[in-house]
């Protein structure tokens, strides 16, 4: 639940596991990710960020599953039991993980905010579990062969936000 405005947010950032939340940038998103964190935190909220486990941040880092917790976790082949690819395995259990902290701190109090900077659909999906607490960074646009729900609704929400 959202405290009084005058209190600091709790703020969960998920950025995408690939590359870490530093200098020298793998690209824009890592770079906005940095800036975006960074700011709140100088702003005064408390702000966990799900990363990269090289990531720099003023942010409380929160390391995501990196490839050798994963290899440990998983069987070789264990991938190829549930059909799909092992990369696509490693990003699935990534963000389950990290969503599953995020979902447990909330059930606490911890957290008034979730704000997804990942390209993974998982995050963009069990972000309905934080109705409209649950934010992400993607640029606008018409998407008229997307038809599933999750996504249709959060474009149409962040478009009604930021369209005024």
């Avoid at 935190?41 to 966990?48: F, P, R, S, Y």
């Avoid at 993980?97 to 990942?118: C, P, Q, T």
């Amino acid at each position: 639940m959202i405290r009084s405005s005058n209190s600091p947010l709790r703020i969960a950032i998920i950025a995408h596991s690939l590359y870490p939340i530093a200098q020298p940038y793998a690209g824009g998103l890592e770079m906005i990710t940095q800036l975006i964190c960074d700011e709140l935190v100088a702003q005064g909220h408390e702000i966990l960020l799900y990363a990269h486990k090289d990531s720099e941040t003023k942010a409380t880092l929160v390391p995501l599953l990196t490839r050798h917790e994963f290899n440990k976790m998983v069987y070789d082949n264990e991938h190829e039991t549930v059909a799909m690819g092992r990369e696509e395995m490693y990003q699935y259990l990534t963000y389950q993980i990290a969503l599953r902290d995020i979902i447990e701190r909330d059930e606490r109090g911890e957290i008034d905010i979730v704000h997804n900077h990942s390209l993974h659909h998982i995050p963009m999906m069990t972000g309905q579990a934080f109705g409209e607490r649950f934010f992400y960074h993607f640029p606008y646009a018409y998407f008229s062969a997307v038809t599933f729900g999750t996504f249709n609704t959060a474009l149409w929400y962040n478009h009604s936000i930021y369209s005024n």
